[in-house]
């Protein structure tokens, strides 16, 4: 079973427009979340880190938390083509799950 | 500052053969360490963690094994390679148990032919 689930697969949006992906889970119990990017086979970074319901901002990265709905968004404002990478949303209980991960390309 | 190393960084193995990727962390003593596992295309997995120095717990059965030499390696292995192997492997340390607030190495990129 597929604890945490990803969308878009892939998004393509245009440099300067308003980026979302959605990434909804299955243990309503965790109040650790966290929004990855990870650029072509390199190691992860942190984008967000959210552990109450709520939005939190990171630069231009902004996660909303949703724990009744059991959803996390993260919504990223005036995307560049740098920005084009793999975003993978996660959660821990003491193990931490992935998603399969958003594929954005940020067009110039 | 803390750093973490994995090598190599990009490994082309052919199938049977046996496999040694490690890790090393400095600047911290006694961190948990982890290893992680990513098939092109799929979910990021995690394989095994590690609390302290010779202890190794498996979390997902990938016929690979683990070790914990030293405070500061971690070594993913195996003696005979399966197609199934290639993908990306990352290491991982954390501070504590908790788990979360967890620290990626650069990963090895693995293919098996």
């Known amino acids: 079973q597929q604890k945490v689930q990803q969308s878009p697969e892939s998004l393509t949006v245009s440099e300067g427009a308003m980026a979302s992906l959605n990434c909804t889970f299955s243990?309503?119990?965790?109040?650790?979340f966290r929004w990855y990017r990870q650029h072509s086979a390199k190691g992860l970074e942190v984008l967000v880190s959210?552990?109450?319901?709520g939005e939190k901002e990171e630069g231009r990265f902004t996660a909303h938390l949703n724990r009744a709905n059991l959803h996390v968004s993260l919504h990223i404002r005036e995307p560049q083509p740098s920005d084009s990478a793999v975003y993978l949303c996660?959660?821990?209980?003491?193990?931490?799950?992935f998603g399969d991960g958003t594929q954005l390309v940020v067009k110039p | 500052a803390q750093t973490i190393h994995q090598w190599p960084v990009a490994e082309i193995k052919a199938v049977g053969s046996p496999l040694s990727l490690g890790c090393t962390i400095k600047?911290?003593?006694?961190?948990?360490l982890y290893w992680y596992w990513q098939a092109t295309g799929g979910t990021l997995q995690q394989l095994f963690y590690?609390?302290?120095?010779?202890?190794v717990e498996s979390v997902v059965q990938l016929n690979l094994s683990a070790s914990r030499p030293k405070d500061d390696q971690f070594i993913l292995s195996t003696e005979k390679l399966l197609l199934s192997h290639s993908g990306f492997y990352l290491c991982?340390?954390?501070?504590?148990?908790?788990?979360?607030?967890?620290?990626f190495g650069p990963g090895t990129r693995l293919t098996v032919l």
């Open positions: 991982a340390w954390s501070l504590d148990w908790s788990s979360y607030e967890q620290y």
């Open positions: 243990d309503g119990t965790s109040n650790n």
């Open positions: 959210i552990f109450s319901d």
């Open positions: 996660a959660y821990s209980n003491n193990r931490i799950f």
């Open positions: 600047g911290k003593s006694s961190p948990n």
């Open positions: 590690s609390i302290t120095v010779g202890q």
